[in-house]
Structures are given as C-alpha cells and as structure tokens.
C-alpha cells in the first residue's frame, strides 16, 4: 500500500473559525441533511482523536468494509495507517469534499493543513490530501478505509 492511501484516514475538522463551506455532491442515494451531520459528526470525532494523538482511539473508529459487512483492520493495516499518523502531524483537518453515490459507496476527501501560510501570494503548498470512505449500514454510518488495493473501493463508481 502507498504512504497515500496509509494517510488517507486522516481527516479534516470543520469547526470554529476555520469552517469553510464543503461541497456534498448528491449522485443517486436518497440523503437527507441528518446523513450529512452524521458523517460530519464522525469525521470530526475522528480529527480530535487524531489532534490529540490518540492515534489508536481514531483507528478504532475506522473498519474495513468487506462485502456488506464492517471488519477491524488487520494488524498490517492498522500498522502501515499508525506509522503515517504519527509522521504527518498537521495544525489541523478540513473537508473539502463529501460525495454520496450509494450507501456504500461514498467518499469524503479532506486535507491536512501542514502550516499557515504568511499571505495570500504563498505559493508554497501546505495541504496534504486524503480520503476515506463512510458507508451506511442499517442506517447508522461508519468510516471505512479506502485503499486502492480494496475491490470496495476499486469499483466505487465515484470518480476520483
């Protein structure tokens, strides 16, 4: 697996002052603004875990989905995820983007903020991006791994 998809569970924080409009893109699954929040909610519970470093609490909210079933990372997995957590330590996590195609096939890309830029002609980059897949099951969401290497994620009709 590539250090990209490694640091893809890291996730952006919407809160405060450094809130910024996401876009939600609405493709063919019934969504209601409840949805929306509930994926927001994780995500977010998600980032503070990973802010205070509580690196094992925020992988424990991150599965792997197989087939229509959610699963615990294999130990390699949750390695290789945990070794990119503590390397890439950002000031903090924005959602630049939330895309619903099918319960379980949704997509939510984030950036990790490395460091404020002094003025608005820095042409320094200073986001990493990432991405991570939440899927509902039984009507309740779930943050999930994606990982190019996962056939769930491979055949999501979501273009990357």
């Given at each position: 697996?590539?250090?990209?998809?490694?640091?893809?569970?890291?996730?952006?924080?919407?809160?405060?002052?450094?809130?910024?409009?996401?876009?939600?893109?609405?493709?063919?699954?019934?969504?209601?603004?409840?949805?929306?929040?509930?994926?927001?909610?994780?995500?977010?519970?998600?980032?503070?875990?990973?802010?205070?470093?509580?690196?094992?609490?925020?992988?424990?909210?991150?599965?792997?989905?197989?087939?229509?079933?959610?699963s615990a990372m294999t130990p390699e997995l949750k390695a290789h995820y945990l070794m990119g957590m503590k390397i890439i330590q950002p000031l903090r996590y924005e959602i630049e983007l939330m895309q619903f195609e099918t319960e379980k096939d949704c997509l939510v890309k984030y950036s990790a903020i490395l460091f404020d830029k002094e003025s608005f002609d820095d042409n320094r980059p200073n986001k990493m991006f990432y991405v991570i897949k939440p899927v509902r099951i039984d009507g309740k969401w779930h943050l999930t791994v994606a990982d190019d290497d996962d056939m769930n994620t491979r055949d999501s009709k979501i273009a990357k």
């Amino acid at each position: 697996m590539c250090l990209g998809a490694l640091l893809s569970v890291i996730i952006a924080a919407c809160t405060g002052k450094n809130q910024k409009d996401v876009v939600v893109e609405e493709n063919r699954m019934e969504l209601s603004s409840a949805d929306t929040t509930e994926v927001t909610t994780l995500m977010n519970q998600y980032f503070d875990l990973l802010l205070k470093k509580d690196f094992d609490g925020a992988l424990s909210m991150v599965s792997q989905l197989n087939d229509d079933s959610l699963s615990a990372m294999t130990p390699e997995l949750k390695a290789h995820y945990l070794m990119g957590m503590k390397i890439i330590q950002p000031l903090r996590y924005e959602i630049e983007l939330m895309q619903f195609e099918t319960e379980k096939d949704c997509l939510v890309k984030y950036s990790a903020i490395l460091f404020d830029k002094e003025s608005f002609d820095d042409n320094r980059p200073n986001k990493m991006f990432y991405v991570i897949k939440p899927v509902r099951i039984d009507g309740k969401w779930h943050l999930t791994v994606a990982d190019d290497d996962d056939m769930n994620t491979r055949d999501s009709k979501i273009a990357k």
